[in-house]
């Protein structure tokens, strides 16, 4: 019912940026929370950086004043600006988003494929 498709990874050195995109698409999607989450190699799945409204926003301690999450409503996207990268930023990226579709009471919760940050030198 709802499709992510995320793009931006790559390859970047200690202290480089880069830039995470998620578009959502889905017949009448209504989203509420859009965020994205990072597993690192041998690590559990974490919350990055959550995002209800401009004056809603939540981030990990690690990346606070590095990361800024923002999402344009009118296009369903979600992005992620990651500054001041650190080789522990390593690690497959996830956008996540909730929402509702017409006729269906639950919310639905649905996960992009992901994609892969690697900093290093």
């Known amino acids: 019912q709802v499709q992510l498709v995320e793009s931006g990874g790559g390859l970047v050195q200690p202290g480089g940026s880069l830039r995470l995109s998620c578009t959502a698409s889905?017949?009448?999607?209504?989203?509420?929370?859009m965020a994205w989450f990072r597993q690192g190699p041998g690590k559990a799945r974490e919350l990055v950086a959550l995002i209800v409204s401009d004056s809603a926003r939540n981030y990990a301690d690690s990346v606070k004043g590095r990361f800024t999450i923002s999402r344009d409503n009118g296009k369903n996207t979600v992005q992620l600006q990651m500054n001041s990268l650190k080789p522990e930023d390593t690690a497959v990226y996830y956008c996540?988003?909730?929402?509702?579709?017409?006729?269906?009471?639950?919310?639905?919760?649905?996960w992009g494929p992901g994609t892969q940050v690697t900093v290093s030198s």
């Open positions: 996540h988003v909730v929402g509702h579709v017409p006729g269906v009471l639950a919310p639905i919760s649905s």
């Open positions: 889905g017949n009448g999607f209504s989203i509420q929370t």
